[in-house]
């Protein structure tokens, strides 16, 4: 069997897979983010791999299967600062990282942003590598000084489990890679003025690249020396390949912590806009890329407020089925995260909103919006995904989210899609596993590996009123950050 591992931000989970795509054993550990007023927010690398060690240990225990090879998956983004040995220099920075917000605010008003979107197609945000190498430069010099690398989450597992330092080209397509050539820009780098930190980057290992587990990632798991391990690609891409998608214009829908939007395409063009977001992601094929707009929002959103009203999950049937579309005339901006928003816009002070609320106004109501408001920030998402390709392939939603039968079908409703939503949320693991499997020779048919799903067809009767709410939408988006520039200004006057 094959061991998929896919250490999220909010989960770390393992499953076993057979040769024929069968889910075999499953384990999970809730993952622990330390989130600090300030808004930054890091992880403990030691309490990473130990998530790992159970979750793998666990899921061997309940399969009885040898294990033919464990493939690494994972969130993308953050800096991952590691010594030569694989040991933190200092606590892995997550992606929700906000201690950069300045330096992205600066390189958006000097060209920075844009010059690198144009060489990369990555629009900078902070919790990427270059804002926050630049912020520990500032801040913080020594931690750099003691890193012999600066990664990313899969490949400090791969590092800790197989003594390599690597990085997947996917992870590295964040932000420096050139992903046609898959090499780094110097000109990219020298941009951002870290020309001097270039020695910190792995390069990219060619894709089907396998490692081994040495004698330390043999004990920690418990598996034999020598066991194949791959890593990568992370989990935007990995799920992409779980979902069985493959063909230019297919796409996936993460509705998990993050909201990612993603469509395949067999081309490389960063459009020339004046407000550079998103991302173009390598995959596991040479020649196919994935153009990305991920969110910084999507359950986490909704978790938020369901906390926030005092109720659980379990409750969200019954509070969507209480209200209808347009939620009683309440809207949503779902932007929550404190770093603000990366796509399909960057703006660092992006704030969420409700509005239209009044004394009748229902718990269901607000929850709808919230849930809506979510659904337009993913339309909006792949309309500036698939300005690069034609976005009129299949359509796979996944991620807890995604199990909501109710919020799915708001998904499909506003996307005026159908949306085909495996049984199984979690993609990653399966992308993960089908990647190890191609790189150990095996002839793969996507189709039989993918996890067996239903079809949500959009609601004519819900049509016309989400196409009016998605232009209010718009126009709301607009008007904020519009709000949130004059803001800042005010608060920039003496």
């Known amino acids: 069997m094959i061991v998929g591992v896919d250490v999220g931000t909010s989960m770390t989970k393992a499953d076993a897979y057979d040769d024929a795509g069968r ?50 998956t994972g969130q993308g983004d953050g800096l991952w600062l590691r010594d030569a040995d694989g040991a933190a220099t200092r606590p892995p920075i997550s992606w929700l990282d906000d201690r950069a917000a300045d330096v992205v605010r600066g390189w958006q008003d000097d060209g920075t942003v844009a010059e ?5 197609g990555v629009g900078l945000f902070p919790g990427c590598h270059a804002p926050l190498l630049t912020a520990l430069g500032r801040d913080e010099p020594e931690s750099l000084e003691r890193a012999a690398v600066a990664g990313y989450c899969v490949d400090a597992l791969v590092q800790r489990l197989t003594g390599e330092i690597t990085v997947d080209a996917s992870d590295a397509s964040l932000p ?81 912590t993050t909201l990612a939007c993603e469509v395949f395409t067999d081309r ?18 040479d020649g196919l890329w994935l153009r990305a707009m991920p969110a910084m929002v999507g359950t986490a959103g909704l ?30 901006l779902p932007f929550l995260a ?17 509005e239209g609320v009044t004394l009748g106004t229902g718990r269901g109501d607000v929850v709808r919006a919230v849930c809506e408001g979510i659904a337009y920030t993913a339309k909006h998402c792949f309309e500036r995904a698939s300005s690069s390709a034609d ?43 089908v990647t190890a499997a191609r790189a150990l020779g095996d002839d793969l048919d996507p189709a039989a590996w993918a996890a067996p799903s239903r079809t949500v067809e959009p609601s004519r009767d819900a049509r016309g009123c989400y196409a009016d709410g998605y232009l209010r939408y718009r126009a709301h988006v607009d008007t904020a950050r519009d709000f949130w520039a004059r803001q800042a200004q005010g608060f920039a006057r003496p």
């Open 268 to 285: 490389v063009d960063p459009d020339e806009v004046p407000d550079p977001a998103g991302m173009w992601l390598c995959t596991p094929q």
């Open 303 to 332: 978790d938020w407020l369901l906390d926030f009203l005092g109720v659980g999950i379990d409750a969200l049937e019954d509070l969507l089925a209480g209200t209808g579309p347009g939620a009683g005339g309440v809207s949503a």
């Open 391 to 433: 976005a009129q392939g299949r359509l796979v939603a996944c991620g807890g989210g995604s199990q909501s039968g109710p919020w799915a079908q708001i998904f499909a409703d506003v996307l005026d899609r159908p949306l085909e939503v495996p049984d199984d949320p979690g993609l990653g693991t399966r992308g993960a596993a």
């Open 116 to 120: 690198v979107y144009r060489r990369t």
């Open 23 to 72: 889910k075999l054993a499953s384990a999970e550990q809730a993952s622990r983010l330390e989130q600090f007023a300030d808004g930054r927010v890091e992880q403990d690398l030691e309490d990473v791999v130990s998530s790992v060690v159970d979750v793998v240990r666990r899921v061997v225990a309940d399969a009885g299967e040898p294990v033919r090879a464990l493939a690494l």
């Open 176 to 256: 420096f890679l050139d992903v046609v050539s898959r090499t780094y820009d110097e000109g990219a780098l020298a941009a951002c003025g870290l020309t001097e930190r270039r020695g910190l980057l792995a390069e990219p290992a060619p894709s089907g690249t396998v490692f081994t587990l040495d004698r330390r990632g043999a004990e920690l798991l418990g598996l034999p020396e020598g066991t194949p391990v791959t890593g990568g690609p992370f989990d935007l891409p990995a799920g992409a390949v779980g979902a069985g998608l493959s063909t230019p214009g297919d796409g996936l829908l993460i509705i998990g």
């Open 338 to 354: 404190a770093s603000g928003e990366r796509a399909p816009f960057v703006d660092t002070r992006a704030r969420g909103q409700i």
